[in-house]
């Protein structure tokens, strides 16, 4: 069983800086694809950044230019870099892992999640 364990998270002010990171248990190469996502309080889980197993990203619009996503194979880890945070940038972010097969099948992977909270 994949194991996903973030970290990084914390209270940051306005305009600061923090990065995630998402240890796996095994070689992240084995998913089609990871990603961040978040779900703060009322709202709906949503995605933040993905990168593939090609090294392809891919950024929500409200975090374009912001934040960057990538990953150490070696350490089979995967970051979020998150700059000029903002407070509508609160919430629980979770690391995903997505495997995809022939017949269509999907299995995602989560981790516990971690909060980032951005407040002066």
């Known amino acids: 069983q994949v194991q996903l364990v973030e970290s990084g998270g914390g209270l940051v002010q306005p305009g600061g800086s923090l990065r995630l990171s998402c240890a796996a248990s095994?070689?992240?190469?084995?998913?089609?694809?990871m990603g961040w996502y978040r779900q703060a309080p009322g709202k709906q889980r949503e995605l933040v950044a993905t990168?593939?197993?090609?090294?392809?990203?891919n950024y929500a619009d409200s975090v374009e230019g912001r934040f960057t996503i990538s990953r150490d194979n070696a350490k089979n880890t995967v970051y979020l870099q998150m700059n000029s945070l903002k407070p509508e940038d609160t919430a629980v972010y979770y690391c995903?892992?997505?495997?995809?097969?022939?017949?269509?099948?999907?299995?995602?992977?989560w981790g516990q999640g971690t909060q980032v909270t951005v407040s002066s």
């Open positions: 995903n892992g997505m495997l995809t097969y022939p017949n269509g099948r999907r299995d995602d992977y």
């Open positions: 095994g070689n992240i190469l084995r998913f089609n694809a």
């Open positions: 990168i593939t197993r090609s090294g392809r990203t």
